[in-house]
């Protein structure tokens, strides 16, 4: 079984910090892109921050300057560094693996997979 599992979410003042973690655990042989994503209550999930190959960083114009996206390839890991924080940031946060894996039953499998999300919530 692959997981893909978000953390550091939670309650934060208007101009303050957090850093979300997303670890990928499992048969992996391999991870290509990876991306946040985060979706407003009563609105479409959107693109945060994306690391293509070769870890190539994409942002959002709304967070540009403000986060900042990376991945600790060893440990299957990547992580959201967002700083400055507004109440427009309040969303639950996804994290986005393109995933290859292998077991021994189903052979090599290529993925595009998710997690559960964490919570952000920006007060004012």
């Known amino acids: 079984q692959v997981q893909v599992v978000e953390s550091g979410g939670g309650l934060v003042e208007a101009g303050g910090s957090l850093r979300l973690s997303c670890v990928v655990s499992?048969?992996?042989?391999?991870?290509?892109?990876m991306g946040w994503y985060r979706q407003a209550p009563g609105q479409g999930r959107e693109m945060v921050a994306t690391?293509?190959?070769?870890?190539?960083?994409t942002y959002a114009d709304s967070v540009k300057g403000r986060f900042t996206a990376t991945r600790d390839n060893d440990k299957n890991t990547m992580f959201l560094q967002m700083n400055r924080l507004t109440p427009e940031d309040t969303a639950t946060y996804y994290c986005?693996?393109?995933?290859?894996?292998?077991?021994?039953?189903?052979?090599?499998?290529?993925?595009?997979?998710w997690g559960q999300g964490t919570l952000v919530t920006v007060s004012t």
């Open positions: 690391i293509t190959g070769p870890w190539r960083t």
């Open positions: 499992g048969s992996i042989v391999s991870i290509g892109a």
């Open positions: 986005n693996a393109d995933v290859t894996t292998y077991e021994r039953s189903a052979g090599y499998r290529q993925r595009e997979l």
